[in-house]
């Protein structure tokens, strides 16, 4: 707004000049005309001639003050691109700061809902573990943590534990969740192993208990089978319903341990 209050007069006065040089030239040639048919006295000359240095001079002083109208004009629209570029600038900052504030509600919101389960757990759970649903669970989110299923077993076992049992939706919405906020993006095709398989009898899925699979949270396709995959994994999708996948137990992935919480 403050460059079009300076650019405007300054082109208001490029007319008005313009418009008085205009003026000056049809004069000059009307008074032309007129001395043609008049006999001109020594006298008359000398004046004429003055006349005409101070239309010149007149005439050159215009011609200085349009340029110099021009170049404050010619600044007042560059300033004028400038500030619409920082204006754009700080409109897009503005924008990702926006993004960046929702993203941090987010992560508090989160933080706020774990407290609970951090609080219980370290009354309950050993260090590493935390409370859900009323058992102790262990994640390996470890970027280097990555064992067969057997392997992964043997570890839940040996702090007192065994892989994790979900066998109700409940426990499979949590435990999704969990997933999803604690993985990275680059991180979604990534398996955790829980205690289920069917290696005794293909396609009879079996909780470590010995107890069958009731009702499974497979993704669409799955169990398929493929190279005999007999063990069951859970993956971070935002559609917890449709997270499981059968693998191969010897592949390598992470895992989810589960054992009974300890009394305060």
């Known amino acids: 707004m403050t460059s079009w209050r300076y650019s405007k007069p300054a082109t208001v006065s490029l007319v008005l000049l313009a ?12 008074h032309y005309n007129k001395l043609k048919d008049t006999h001109l006295t020594p006298d008359d000359t000398e004046r004429i001639s003055n006349e005409l240095v101070k239309l010149q001079d007149t ?9 110099d109208y021009k170049k404050q004009l010619d600044s007042e629209l560059s300033r004028q691109t400038q500030t619409n570029w920082e204006a754009e600038h700080q409109t ?8 960046q504030i929702v993203k941090m509600r987010n992560d508090i919101t989160v933080l706020r809902s774990h407290l609970p389960m951090i609080y219980n757990g370290c009354r309950h759970c050993p260090p590493g573990w935390f409370l859900m649903n009323s ?18 077993r043997e570890f839940c076992q040996m702090h007192g534990g065994d892989l994790a049992v979900i066998d109700s939706k409940d426990k499979e919405n ?23 398989r069917d290696l005794q009898e293909e396609g009879v899925w079996k ?3 010995g107890k069958i699979l009731v009702e499974g949270y497979w993704n669409d ?12 994994a859970v993956y971070s999708r935002v559609n917890f319903f449709k997270a499981w996948n059968d693998v191969g137990c010897k592949n390598t992935l992470k895992w989810i341990c589960e054992k009974a919480p300890t009394s305060s």
């Not at 989110?141 to 299923?149: I, L, N, Q």
Request: hydrophobic share 40%.
């Open 92 to 99: 897009k900052t503005i924008k990702e700061y926006d993004v």
């Open 207 to 209: 909780w470590l208990d």
């Open 174 to 196: 949590a435990t999704v969740t969990h997933l999803i906020h604690n993985l990275d993006a680059s991180e979604n095709n990534i398996g955790f192993w829980i205690g289920l």
């Open 221 to 232: 396709g799955e169990p398929n089978n493929v190279n005999n995959e007999d063990c069951a």
């Open 135 to 152: 058992v102790c669970y262990y994640f390996a989110f470890s970027k280097d943590d990555r064992k067969t299923w057997t392997k992964a």
């Open 59 to 67: 005439y050159k002083t215009a011609m200085e003050s349009i340029a």
């Open 19 to 30: 418009a008085v040089l205009l003026m000056v030239d049809i004069g000059l040639g009307v």
